[in-house]
């Protein structure tokens, strides 16, 4: 964990918050019942936890943690019908949305997720919440950063039903989301393949290191054993020095043939080319 995310504070005034999250305090982990405006600037990430009703009384400790940029999230519960959430908030002339986030009175999930997230340093690659609209999914990382993603652009969504696709679950941990009739699992790293062109440059060029590198190592394995392209029948040359040379990936059956070659088991094969990876 790095030195910028050690000290956490949760300020929860309510026992109720504090008795429904049940989030243990430990190391740089405290729970704080009581807080002051002066307090925030010696919290390196503060966490406040309130029902809609009482954010007026804690008001200017939101302000001051979100002026100084220490606020990483407001979590208010609903203990009010939803239309007079904006009214509770203009009382406590909050005006921020980025860092709050609204759950339902039963929902202690979602905000425990996001604290557990941040306290292993996580929280960029968490998903807090996750939901879908006629065609997209919007999610929630545990930084509060927000996606939508079309459906278009995830082939295996594209080929669900409409009714399929608003039966996700997300993992208690919040690593992935997932829909159990299509069996089909989504991390945040899928998601921002699909909206962010710089990691998705970054992810193929690191799936062309990757790819380049195995292939140096199945030549390698190759030579070691004394074989000569000509003697791997099944593969032609052209194609054994694709994978060898250019990076070109391998299928599971060539990958076999290979191991044949070599009289190797397909597992013993692998792990030869794992020593020389």
Known sequence: MTAAFKRMVLFAPEPETRSKLSIPAAGHFKIHTQFSAGEVAHSQNLFIA????????????IKRANDIKLLRA????????PEWLPQMLSRADLR???????????????PRRIINAWRSGA?????ARASTTDDSLLVVNCALECFE???SEIPALVRMQKKERLKLKLSES????????????????AIRYATDDKWRQQCDLQKIIHNKRFGQAIGIVRQKCGLEKKDIAVISDRQLRRIENEGARPSVGTLTALAQAHNM????YLNEIAQHF
């Open 50 to 61: 309130v029902s809609a009703t009482g954010l007026s009384h804690i008001a200017n400790i």
């Open 74 to 81: 407001l979590f208010v519960r609903e203990n009010i019908p």
């Open 96 to 110: 921020m949305a980025r860092n709050i986030l609204i759950h339902a009175n039963e929902d202690w999930q979602t």
């Open 123 to 127: 929280q960029h690659d968490l998903i």
């Open 149 to 151: 993603v079309s459906f």
């Open 174 to 189: 919040g690593s992935y989301i997932h829909w159990p009739q299509a069996d089909v699992h989504l991390d945040l790293d």
């Open 265 to 268: 088991e397909l597992n013993a």
